[in-house]
């Protein structure tokens, strides 16, 4: 059972990131700064959760990228490029 899971998971895993890559995108969870110029009001800066789809153009992005061997920090501006896309936030 092992070895049939060790040369089995690899393709599976290989199929999930090839859809995500060209059809379905994938979704991100993170933890994101939202901060206004306002202090001392219910404007005030605060950490926010955020969690959303990104399109299969960033999904492949991302996923080359981590293949490569990108580090968390590497992918930061990726995902934060996606994610105001995603909401329409032009920056």
Do not use: N
Not at 32 to 60: H, N
């Amino acid at each position: 059972m092992e070895e049939t899971e060790s040369q089995w998971q690899p393709q599976v895993r290989a199929q999930v990131r090839e859809r995500a890559a060209t059809v379905d995108g994938m979704q991100v969870e993170v933890y994101a700064y939202f901060g206004f110029a306002c202090t001392g009001s219910s404007d005030d800066g605060r950490e926010r959760f955020i969690s959303t789809a990104l399109s299969p153009t960033y999904a492949k992005q991302i996923l080359q990228m981590q293949g490569a061997g990108a580090t968390e920090e590497e992918l930061h501006p990726v995902v934060t490029d996606a994610i105001t896309q995603g909401f329409g936030v032009v920056g």
